[in-house]
């Protein structure tokens, strides 16, 4: 059985963004995983 997830990223000026989520069933999804990179000034 293949499992299915969603990874969601939100790319900013300084910061990028991620969540992972696992399609559980087709109407359920469930957070795995979420954080942030800081890039911070460079």
């Known amino acids: 059985?293949?499992?299915?997830s969603i990874l969601a990223l939100n790319a900013g000026s300084s910061s990028i963004k991620f969540a992972l989520y696992d399609l559980a069933s087709s109407q359920d999804l469930q957070l795995v995983s979420r954080g942030t990179l800081d890039l911070g000034d460079t």
Do not use: D, E, Y
């Not at 059985?1 to 299915?4: D, L, Q």
């Open 1 to 4: 059985m293949t499992r299915r």
